[in-house]
């Protein structure tokens, strides 16, 4: 292969941490890289579609081809390319970061990982609730009682419920469903790590299985299911005000969720 169309490896995606420790000592702020390309576009190839920089093949950060297995998706991850100015902002790039996720991180441990989103569901957000105010009971009510329905009546797992934030045990037979649950959407096909990471980051950023399922499912749309997963946050910002720096947080985690759940809906047919 020349090199000019040899793959791009997009280690600027690596963590610090996770870096090359004289690299990383020599540089460690790590300035943002110039945008080195023209074009980004994605293009057929065997085993699905590639991101192709100035006809550069992208690779993940562990030297893996960056293939995405729709077309739709690929021209989304080529877009994340395409939308980058004078810098690269990796930061930004939230379907490319959870790309390189599934496939250099979530596909080797796929049986932890989902061990970990059914682990949520033992302390799931939607099944802790606020014996007041009665504005606070009502809106976790309104948001979240859906979902314990959801949880019930599609996936088979009766959830119980408990006021304030003393532990309840969930039943065996709910967690067992939860898994059969996750299982059964990750599936054990090309595309099941990248279902799984979705589902995890989900998971992770609502603090509940079920909402994140829920999303995955397509039982609810994105964007309900972040407002639902952000109850308590939003009634605390309405009773004492929000200041920059707490929405400036919201809303970079909720680009993340609306990035996972693209990933997810690009995955589930």
Known sequence: MSKEKAGFDADFFVPASERDPVKAAR????????????????????????????????????????????????????????????TIDPAAMFLTKLMNTALDGVAEHM????????????????????????????????????????????????LALAEGVVFVEQPHAALDALARAVRAHVGDDAGASLRLAALNVMTTLSGSAVIALATALREIDADAAWGAANVDEDWQMRAWGADAEALARQAARKREWLAAAALSRHMTT
Not at 51 to 66: C, E, F, Q, S
Not at 118 to 138: F, M, N, Q, T
């Open 27 to 86: 540089d460690p702020a790590r300035p943002l890289p110039k945008r080195f390309y023209k074009e980004a576009v994605a293009a057929p190839v065997e085993g699905g579609y590639a991101i192709l920089l100035d006809g550069r093949p992208v690779n993940t950060p562990a030297k893996r081809a960056l293939r995405a297995p729709s077309q739709a998706l690929a021209e989304a991850l080529a877009a994340e390319w395409a939308g980058q100015g004078e």
């Open 111 to 158: 049986r932890e990982v989902e061990a970990e989103v059914v682990k949520y569901g033992a302390s799931d957000l939607i099944c802790y609730r606020a014996g007041e105010p009665e504005s606070l009971v009502a809106a976790q009510s309104a948001a979240w009682d859906p979902y314990v329905v959801f949880a019930r009546d599609r996936l088979g797992a009766k």
